[in-house]
């Protein structure tokens, strides 16, 4: 008897240690918008076991890393906390909230600027529960229309090796471009044009880091290994 009781406690423990809040960013990777759109905002949002009420706040401080777009330049966005109250839930939309990025309109321009928001200071959960897994999102501005619906690609349309990395990565299987590198803090730590589909990692410190290619079928993302 006390056998059984002691594993109906485990496989209880087990069912709400795996049902817990999910927090973070509305969509994976990155999400883009036109400079022209005046409600261009991104949206965070919580989903709490079984679609019950929040019952206790939950939130981050959010901020943005400067890309190829600069804050003040071509968007703005001010670093700012943001939780979710108690009472929140999926069935009034209250479990959703947008931020605007304000993008700038820039007659001299013409093509994409991007840029990173990043959730710390979380609130009320842990990295564990980050949607997505993810705790930075990729802004694009899109100043021409050629980035809006850029297709993010499968890991099963392309190749990145070796893995881990010590001097170059190369992909295969699409024609790479433009490459940004940036840590798991969001901060951008190489960028270039990838020569022959080859991208040089010489330079960065061993560490866990995040790559955002362009290629010619669509966006690259994916964390390597650097040693």
């Not at 939950?58 to 009472?87: C, E, M, R, W």
């Not at 304000?102 to 990295?127: C, H, Q, Y």
């Not at 529960?129 to 297709?151: S, V, W």
């Amino acid at each position: 008897m006390k056998k059984i009781l002691i594993l109906s406690v485990l496989f209880l423990s087990g069912l709400f240690a795996s049902a817990q809040i999910q927090f973070g960013f509305a969509v994976q990777g990155y999400d883009n918008f036109s400079n022209t759109d005046t409600a261009a905002a991104f949206e965070l949002v919580v989903f709490t076991p079984n679609n019950d009420t929040l019952d206790t706040q939950v939130g981050a401080t959010l901020s943005s890393i400067d890309g190829s777009a600069s804050n003040g330049v071509h968007y703005n966005f001010a670093p700012q906390a943001y939780k979710f109250p108690i009472g929140t839930t999926i069935y009034n939309g209250s479990n959703r909230k947008k931020f605007k990025i304000n993008p700038v309109a820039d007659s001299k321009f013409w093509g994409k600027k991007d840029f990173i928001i990043t959730l710390t200071n979380l609130i009320g959960v842990d990295t564990t529960a980050l949607m997505y897994k993810q705790n930075t999102l990729r802004i694009i501005i899109d100043y021409d229309g050629t980035g809006i619906g850029l297709p993010k690609l499968s890991v099963h349309d392309y190749k990145l090796y070796p893995v881990p990395a010590s001097t170059h990565l190369t992909v295969d299987g699409v024609r790479c471009n433009t490459y940004k590198i940036a840590d798991l803090s969001g901060r951008i730590v190489a960028e270039g044009i990838a020569l022959n589909n080859s991208i040089d990692v010489s330079g960065l410190s061993n560490g866990i880091y995040v790559l955002t290619a362009i290629s010619d079928k669509g966006m690259i993302l994916e964390k390597f290994i650097k040693e």
